[in-house]
């Protein structure tokens, strides 16, 4: 964990200070509800559909038991005794009252933790790989470059008023799991020859109503550029960013419409004033915020541990458990551990007040006191004995969160959706639950294997419907919900978008119509080490499409062309 | 009648400020006073503006005009204002820094159009000394947003080392 000094503590403070005064001065009709909105977004506060909706920061995922049992105590105080974590590291409670979101805010501030820039068109929360610190295929850990990231975009003068939000990830693995190509800027650190740091800089990704990925822009920036590079890019897009048409002003548009070269020219002619400038980072500040992180303190351990070894062999559902919500560590005998919030009937990334203060119980006991939260919307324990696997695989279950479906089709990515979402146009959640339902035979899960299923109820794209292998998008059809579906979409290293296979569907066709999907791809598929996405990326969508649609749609397409040459 | 603010104090203000007319059309230009002006009436006409029997000339940029057009015109003015169309719209905090740390405006340099309390203290760090703050707003009240934070970790025109450079030398 980064544990705050004094002055990371004076800051938030005041901002919660700052912040009682703004609802003051709104609620007393000093402030109107133009001029409060900006203000209020930049501390995480939406008017939703039934009430405010608080979005809380959990700066690139890292959680400690002492802040997540403040979450429940919030959940339970001024919420309906519930979260929601979501695609970005962030959880959101909806229905708080907007004078008491000061109290909130100061509870968050005394456990470290704040609402600050979560939403408005500003520089928003740095998210990162789930398993950053951790995961065996890491090249540079992550998080203390996070942190710096952190600390530069919080009140940075100069981009509180961007043309639309601004998102950055970073990775430091070989494998990339913090989506870093599909955000305004994706940073990948690497070591050159020598073993000095540095950055991969991507631009101009993103998912929403233009589905992007991002460009490199720079090949390996040297760490102690990385703020300098950063302004300079933000410079760029705050000044020469569309700001007549807000589906037009994210970075993204910027770089396609300028093309990236030339935006690549101009953040290099910005940067080559920054430059070793006094943004320029020094080796005393990444060894002082290196040493604010506490450490796991990791004993000395066989790399397989016997009784868990006996447990797997004993056990069949531990086993299958383990096979899929257990990682990898890369510290001998360790592992980590995804709570799966996708339990088929709850909200995907749903988690009640009891269910934190429990898995916070788990941490003390068994994970030094640290979880993580990932942006597939899971908890993740991360430093485990193998030697505890077991004992956690039981108290997991007992608290239902031990379904073993990570990676599979069940572990459904979602967003709010219509339920709670004033832009959505579509529910999510009744569909994710509907998809969980039919698919809810594990054997069945487990035989078609890894399938990344993701439903966005609108163009938004907060449910990443673009990178799933299956893709849902909700759509208003003449005011009512329809679903369009599109397959082939991937995250990680070898993003890409999905393509709509056709026409939209009704709620109740599309459990119907992910199955077809399925059975083609089970009838396709050349072995089980063949992945759905696989099958999709070899014969295209045409098969798919036969199968969901029958030949129905070659029939139309074939009639209008003949009435287009008539 | 806007309230200006100037180094976080109120301040009585001699200048004229002159818009385009509604037509797109440049305004007059007064025989005297402190006239501030927009771009394109500096651009044709500052022998004129500068040949006048009294009074300093400022010029006004707006939020997509480009501060380096007037890079080498800096000795000649009296006066730099940005103008914010909404508060939201934050080009303006780029050509401030530009206009302070780039191109070496070592003068007034105000904020005007819709400022509101809420923004002085980013404003202020971004080089902005001077606030022609919205009709309605409580002056003394605002001046405590210059006190909103007490630190602040990025490098800015009025701080030009960030914290963690000060850290390193002691001095925080």
């Known amino acids: 964990m980064y544990q705050y000094d004094a002055i990371d503590q004076r800051l938030v403070d005041e901002r919660v200070a700052q912040f009682r005064d703004q609802t003051r001065r709104f609620l007393s009709g000093a402030l109107s509800e133009d001029d409060f909105r900006p203000l209020r977004l930049q501390n995480g506060l939406y008017i939703q559909r039934f009430a405010p909706m608080l979005r809380v920061a959990i700066p690139y995922g890292l959680l400690s038991s002492r802040q997540l049992r403040a979450l429940a105590y919030i959940a339970r105080k001024w919420d309906r005794g519930y979260g929601h974590f979501s695609t970005r590291q962030n959880i959101q409670y909806n229905w708080p009252k907007l004078e008491d979101v000061p109290d909130i805010l100061a509870h968050l501030a005394s456990v470290q933790m704040h609402a600050i820039q979560t939403s408005g068109n500003c520089i928003r929360n740095t998210t990162t790989d789930h398993l950053a610190g951790i995961a065996p295929d890491e090249i540079v850990d992550p998080l203390l470059w996070c942190e710096l990231v952190r600390q530069w975009s919080t009140f940075h003068p100069e981009f509180a008023y961007l043309p639309r939000k601004f998102k950055i990830a970073v990775s430091g693995a070989a494998q990339d799991r913090a989506a870093i190509q599909v955000h305004d800027i994706g940073l990948q650190a690497l070591r050159d020859e020598g073993g000095a740091v540095g950055f991969r800089v991507l631009v101009g990704g993103g998912l929403g109503r233009t589905p992007i990925i991002g460009t490199v822009i720079r090949e390996f920036l040297p760490w102690p550029q990385l703020l300098n590079y950063l302004d300079a890019i933000l410079r760029v897009y705050n000044r020469y960013g569309r700001r007549d048409n807000k589906y037009k002003a994210r970075i993204k548009i910027l770089v396609k419409e300028l093309t990236p070269a030339v935006f690549r020219e101009q953040v290099d002619a910005e940067w080559a004033h920054l430059k070793d400038g006094p943004g320029t980072l020094t080796g005393a500040e990444v060894s002082r915020i290196g040493g604010r992180f506490t450490r796991p303190q990791y004993q000395k351990l066989d790399a397989l541990s016997v009784q868990c070894t006996q447990a797997l062999a004993r056990e069949p559902g531990f086993a299958r458990w383990a096979g899929r919500n257990v990682h990898a560590h890369k510290v001998p005998g360790y592992a980590a551990v995804t709570l799966s919030l996708k339990k088929t009937g709850v909200p995907p990334g749903d988690a009640t007040a009891e269910q934190m203060d429990a898995v916070a119980g788990l941490a003390d006991r068994y994970s030094f006191g640290e979880l993580r939260v990932s942006h597939e919307q899971n908890l993740i324990l991360s430093d485990v004995k193998q030697s505890d696997l077991f004992a956690v695989w039981q108290e997991a279950k007992a608290l239902g969160l031990a379904t073993p479906n990570i990676g599979l089709i069940s572990n459904i990515i979602a967003c709010p959706g219509g339920d709670f979402c004033s832009l959505a146009n579509a529910k999510s959640i009744p569909v994710a639950e509907a998809i969980q339902r039919r698919f809810d035979d594990l054997d069945y899960q487990h035989d078609i294997g890894e399938l990344d299923l993701n439903i966005s109820g609108c163009m938004n794209s907060c449910g990443h419907h673009h990178v799933g292998h299956i893709g849902i998008l909700g759509v208003d059809k003449q005011g009512a919900e329809f679903y369009q579906v599109s397959i082939g979409g991937a995250q990680g290293n070898a993003s890409s978008l999905g393509k709509v296979i056709g026409p939209s569907f009704a709620q109740d066709e599309v459990p119907g119509v992910i199955e077809k999907l399925i059975e083609t791809y089970l009838a396709r598929r050349d072995g089980d080490a063949e992945r759905f996405i696989d099958v999709v990326r070899r014969i295209g969508i045409e098969p798919f499409k036969e199968q969901v649609y029958g030949n129905a749609h070659q029939k139309r397409e074939a009639r209008e062309r003949q009435l287009a040459t008539a | ?172």
Do not use: C
């Open chain 2, 1 to 172: 009648m806007a309230t200006l603010i100037r180094n976080a104090k109120p301040a009585n203000d001699s200048w004229q400020r002159l818009d385009p007319a509604a037509d797109g059309g440049l305004p007059a230009i007064p025989a005297q006073g402190d006239v501030l002006v927009p771009l394109k009436l500096w651009q044709s006409s500052s022998s004129a503006l500068l040949g006048r029997s009294s009074g300093r000339v400022g010029v006004w940029l707006a939020p997509h005009e480009d501060p380096a057009l007037i890079a080498d015109s800096l000795d000649a003015l009296g006066l730099i204002a940005v103008h914010f169309p909404q508060f939201a719209d934050g080009r303006g905090y780029s050509t401030a820094r530009l206009l302070r740390e780039r191109y070496g405006w070592k003068g007034e340099l105000r904020a005007i159009g819709d400022v509101q309390r809420d923004q002085l203290f980013y404003l202020s760090r971004v080089g902005f000394d001077a606030f022609e703050l919205n009709d309605g707003i409580d002056t003394q009240a605002a001046l405590s947003a210059f006190g909103d934070f007490s630190e602040a970790y990025q490098s800015s025109v009025e701080r030009p080392l960030p914290l963690f450079r000060r850290r390193g030398a002691g001095a925080v």
